[in-house]
């Protein structure tokens, strides 16, 4: 296909750093975007090829405006933003975190997404990055699900307001992915086992396999509106 722009927020690590490396591999120009300039430097060396970085607080509406502006004119945005936040049984997980998740996954997504619109080709794509437990009834993710099916909610109602531009989602599942750094590795690996043996692929993910998902529904101009759980089937059984 002919070489396009790419446009990655939060892809300094993780998913949106192996979408990076996906796309680059797909001959497409790509711009990361991430708030850490170091780790941001890092991931732009690893990946070589036709990168640019930007480092950007992506909760700070008029800097991310500033950004895009830089940027001029581009194919695709895909938004990778996560949030650890809002985890925990119901009864006991505080408000105040749920709302820090809020502001940490959605407000981001719905301000990149909105101030990249006037950069946006016609013919581009919106990609939104939420996570399984907006699909899902897993006890102890009533917060961080809320913030999660928020961004998911935004695919379908942006697929027909900003037709005809295409705007579709991504829900990973369990990936391993720095996001799980918070666990010491002896901790980790039991919870990775544990769900990998309740998922039915007999596995976690890895980034790569979210990083296909994304790839294909940017280079698929007949898909909008949909969502992708890329979870191994976790959700069926979760």
């Known amino acids: 296909m002919t070489s396009q722009h790419a446009v990655i927020v939060g892809g ?3 998913i949106g750093l192996e979408t990076a490396r996906t796309l680059l591999a797909l001959g497409h120009a790509v711009t990361i975007m991430g708030r850490d300039a170091q780790r941001l430097k890092a991931a732009k060396d690893s990946l070589g090829g036709k990168v640019a970085a930007i480092a950007v607080d992506a909760r700070d509406t008029d ?3 500033g950004a895009f502006e830089r940027i001029g004119s581009f194919d695709h945005l895909v938004l990778a933003l996560g949030s650890g936040k809002g985890v925990g049984p119901f009864a006991s997980v505080s408000v105040a975190d749920v709302r820090q998740g809020f502001e940490e996954k959605v407000f981001p997504h719905f301000a990149c997404a909105q101030a990249a619109l006037p950069f946006l080709r016609d013919d581009g794509s919106i990609i939104f990055v939420s996570a399984v437990s907006a699909h899902a009834a ?10 999660n099916a928020a961004v998911a909610a935004l695919v379908p109602i942006l697929a027909a307001e900003l037709r005809p531009r295409r705007v579709n989602g991504v829900s990973p599942g369990v990936i391993d992915t720095p996001w799980w750094d918070f666990l010491p590795q002896d901790a980790k690996t039991p919870v990775f086992d544990d769900f990998a043996g309740k998922t039915p692929v007999g596995r976690v993910g890895q980034p790569a396999d979210v990083a296909q998902a994304i790839a294909f529904l940017i280079c698929d101009s007949f898909m909008s509106g949909h969502i ?3 979870d191994g089937g976790l959700r069926l059984v979760g």
Not at 138 to 143: D, E, F, K
Request: hydrophobic fraction near 35%; include cysteine; charged fraction near 5%.
């Open 12 to 14: 300094s690590s993780g």
């Open 63 to 65: 800097n991310v405006r």
């Open 138 to 147: 897993m006890p102890g993710t009533a917060g961080i699900g809320a913030s």
């Open 228 to 230: 992708i759980v890329c």
